[in-house]
Antibody, heavy 124, light 105 residues
Framework: EVQLVESGGGFVLPGGSLRVSCAASGFTFSSHWMHWVRQAPGKGLVWVSRINGDGKSTDYADSVKGRFTISRDNARNTLYLQMNSLRPEDTAVYYC?????????????????WGEGTTVTVSS | IQMTQSPSSLSASVGDRVTITCRASQNIISYLNWYQQKPGKAPNLLIYAASSLQSGVPSRFSGSGSGTDFTLTISSLQPEDFATYYCQQSYNAPVFGQGTKLEMK
């Protein structure tokens, strides 16, 4: 069964750090781009970051650039998000998601597998 | 790229035909996906590449459009369809619409 399971969420003071993880199973992890998407309480989905299959290419939303670092360990089938200098506005459920793409003709990209999320709360 | 959904909320009844619109601030060709999210749950992919139905998704869901204007249509609303729906562009770094909450009338 294809599955993503996040862990590592918790309560942290403003300015603190936290690392969340996403364990993948049931598919060839290294063949897929992976994403982090967050959702603040009562709000919509916001894309945070993505990483390619070998970990050498990364992208970040402007709101987290310079504070968050995405990485992956393909030997452990695990995705990470290191979050530093956390702010109250970073409070959210953090989801990891697998990117898939169409293989015939033009390549279209979509997030087809999602974890259940891990909650990060930043508060004093 | 900005993604704008309308309406932000919608009241409908079981059996109704429902249409949700998503507009991109620039041409995204067909790089448009639709997701459904129920309270406390992860998003679920419904439609990718503007009009392709994801495996396992009921055929009452359909997507159309290209360029800047897209629609998600539910042909006959079922009780399990009351949820929030998001569009997302994948032309470049992902951006989600603000969501459309579909409520029971």
């Amino acid at each position: 069964e294809v599955q993503l399971v996040e862990s590592g969420g918790g309560f942290v003071l403003p300015g603190g750090s936290l690392r969340v993880s996403c364990a993948a199973s049931g598919f060839t992890f290294s063949s897929h781009w992976m994403h982090w998407v967050r959702q603040a309480p009562g709000k919509g989905l916001v894309w945070v970051s993505r990483i390619n299959g070998d970990g050498k290419s990364t992208d970040y939303a402007d709101s987290v650039k310079g504070r968050f670092t995405i990485s992956r360990d393909n030997a452990r089938n695990t995705l990470y998000l290191q979050m530093n200098s956390l702010r109250p506005e970073d409070t959210a459920v953090y989801y990891c998601a697998r990117e898939e793409m169409t293989v015939s003709g033009v390549n279209y990209y979509y997030m087809d597998v999602w974890g259940e999320g891990t909650t990060v709360t930043v508060s004093s | 790229i900005q993604m704008t959904q309308s309406p932000s909320s919608l009241s409908a009844s079981v059996g109704d035909r429902v249409t949700i619109t998503c507009r991109a601030s620039q041409n995204i060709i067909s790089y448009l996906n639709w997701y459904q999210q129920k309270p406390g749950k992860a998003p679920n992919l419904l439609i990718y590449a503007a009009s392709s139905l994801q495996s396992g998704v009921p055929s009452r869901f359909s997507g159309s459009g290209s360029g800047t204007d897209f629609t998600l249509t539910i042909s006959s609303l079922q009780p399990e369809d009351f949820a929030t729906y998001y569009c997302q562009q994948s032309y470049n770094a992902p951006v989600f619409g603000q969501g459309t909450k579909l409520e029971m009338k």
